[in-house]
């Protein structure tokens, strides 16, 4: 399969610091465009002395030599802890707090209404992490509804 390491390593240590090249995290031969970890153990270090770090389902995309995409994907978790982990997440990598407060506030309306999870939407793109080249933060919401745990929020690190 094209999206998948032929052998799944349990941890990563990635160094994005001043390069994002498909060598930088040893991109094995014969994945073309995208490569995708389920569960892995996750430290990468990023412009601007940022790291991230967690266990997470990671998805890797390149276009040529260059990454243009780390996702970085958390499990499912029910909206209060989704919540809570994402504030962690915009504190760290300075995202705006208030469209997460909104989202949480309209979710908690939304659902005492009888609306589905999945109809509340979240994405909050931050500054580049240093200019003019280090990738932009993105957090947003994936939703898995029917669950007691319908919100997996992901961050994206996005060279463009």
């Known amino acids: 399969m094209s999206y998948e390491q032929p052998v799944q390593p349990t941890a990563v240590t990635w160094n994005l610091r001043s390069s994002h090249a498909r060598s930088d995290v ?15 153990a996750a430290t990468i270090a990023l412009p601007g002395g ?37 504030g962690e997440l915009a504190a760290y990598w300075e995202l705006p707090a208030e469209p997460l407060a909104a989202w949480y506030r ?7 209404a009888g609306r589905r999870i999945n109809e509340f939407g979240l994405s909050i793109r931050g500054p580049r992490l240093e200019e003019p080249f280090g990738p932009t933060v993105n957090l947003v919401f994936l939703f898995a509804p029917g669950g007691p745990r319908p919100v997996r929020p992901a961050l994206y690190f996005e060279w463009s």
């Open 26 to 40: 040893g991109w094995p031969e014969g994945v073309r465009r995208h490569w995708r970890f389920p569960a892995v």
């Open 50 to 86: 940022r790291w991230f770090t967690g266990r997470v389902e990671l998805s890797v995309a390149a276009e040529g030599e260059a990454i243009d995409l780390v996702s970085a994907i958390f499990p499912a978790a029910t909206v209060e802890d989704a919540y809570r982990l994402s």
């Open 106 to 112: 309209e979710v908690r309306a939304g659902l005492a």
